[in-house]
């Protein structure tokens, strides 16, 4: 339904030149959909794309920048014109309700299965966290603090840093470590399968061995099969 949406303003537009024939095909308005899906998604609004425009000096850039804020301008017209709702919105008339009503008052939150929250996200967890007694993240990682950005759990630390900054609440940091492995070939797996640096396990070892599926429903039969011989 977007698609049509945009592909039908595009028609209307009469005074674009970039995009003047590219408009006559759906394709690109999918591809202009997935643009705004982005664009809402991380509250950049029309006048921001304007404002980017300035601060490049190549025609075609400036140009390429006007047509795409006009566009986008269009949408939200049309959206407001014919009473229809965008769902990446949902989380901006979320985060309003959240500041009028009182449903997260004195409440304890716990918030789980993220990596990481676009602005929108974050907004709305700006609000609960004003209303509620407690809030618990739970993140995946074995670390709290890191600067190196090929390690494997920076995103989720840089994360944590935001949620730090832009949430005012007190923290309180608890890394839930699984025991030790009694295996030392598992140990040795666990600690070493996310290495940038090639360390090899000497010693010969049963607790690790190969399979390969057709597709992952095969793979899962198999360590079903196999925790049922245990």
């Known amino acids: 339904g977007k698609s049509m949406l945009i592909y039908e303003s595009l028609q209307r537009m009469n005074d674009l030149q970039?995009?003047?024939k590219p408009k006559?095909?759906?394709?690109?308005?999918?591809?202009?959909?997935?643009?705004?899906?982005?664009?809402?998604?991380y509250q950049v609004a029309p006048n921001t794309l304007a404002e980017i425009k300035e601060q490049n000096s190549k025609p075609y850039i400036k140009q390429k920048f006007t047509e795409l804020a006009k566009i986008y301008e269009e949408y939200n017209a049309q959206l407001a014109q014919k009473e229809y709702s965008d769902a990446e919105d949902d989380l901006l008339v979320l985060s309003d309700l959240i500041q009028e009503k009182d449903f997260f008052q004195d409440k304890m939150i716990w918030i789980e299965g993220f990596d990481g929250f676009t602005p929108q996200e974050m907004k709305v967890l700006e609000k609960i966290s004003k209303k509620v007694k407690k809030m618990t993240f739970s993140f995946c990682t074995s670390i709290l603090t890191c600067e190196d950005k090929t390690h494997v759990f920076y995103p989720v630390t840089q994360t944590i840093k935001e949620i730090k900054k832009k949430i005012n609440l007190s923290f309180e940091h608890q890394l839930i470590k699984e025991k030790d492995n009694e295996?030392?070939?598992?140990?040795?797996?666990?600690?070493?399968?996310?290495s940038y640096e090639t360390t090899t396990f000497e010693a010969p070892t049963n607790a690790i061995h190969f399979f390969k599926g057709q597709n992952p429903y095969q793979e899962i039969q198999y360590v079903v099969a196999m925790i049922k011989q245990q």
């Open 18 to 20: 970039i995009f003047e």
């Open 24 to 41: 006559k095909y759906p394709s690109f308005s999918t591809q202009i959909s997935k643009l705004i899906q982005e664009l809402k998604r």
């Open 183 to 194: 295996n030392p070939s598992l140990a040795f797996l666990i600690e070493n399968m996310l």
